[in-house]
């Protein structure tokens, strides 16, 4: 079954920006949507944006012109670039593929916005 590996967190300031990236083990072609979740300290997890095999993209409120997610089927990567961060956007993020009767997590990669 397909893997998945974030990468591209760190710190960073409020205002900055980063991109996050999901390399999968194997093609992602087949998979019909790739999300981005995160979860904050003592929060559940949300899904903050998802991109299907058409290209078509989801986001929620409080990322809605801020974040873009993107997938690149040649590399068999799904992005999530970031700007404008804010504090409130520190969590850990992670990748998420999904189909019909399977679905995979990968580890995360923590993002901390601050001064």
């Known amino acids: 079954q397909v893997q998945l590996v974030e990468s591209g967190g760190g710190l960073v300031q409020p205002g900055g920006s980063l991109r996050l990236s999901c390399a999968a083990s194997?093609?992602?072609?087949?998979?019909?949507?790739m999300h981005w979740y995160r979860q904050a300290p003592g929060k559940g997890r949300e899904l903050v944006a998802a991109i299907n095999s058409d290209g078509n993209t989801n986001y929620a409120d409080s990322v809605k012109g801020r974040f873009t997610i993107s997938r690149d089927n040649a590399k068999n990567t799904v992005y999530l670039q970031m700007n404008s961060l804010k504090p409130e956007d520190t969590a850990v993020y992670y990748c998420n593929a999904y189909r019909p009767g399977f679905t995979q997590w990968g580890q995360g990669t923590q993002v901390t916005v601050s001064s």
């Open positions: 194997e093609s992602i072609f087949s998979i019909n949507v």
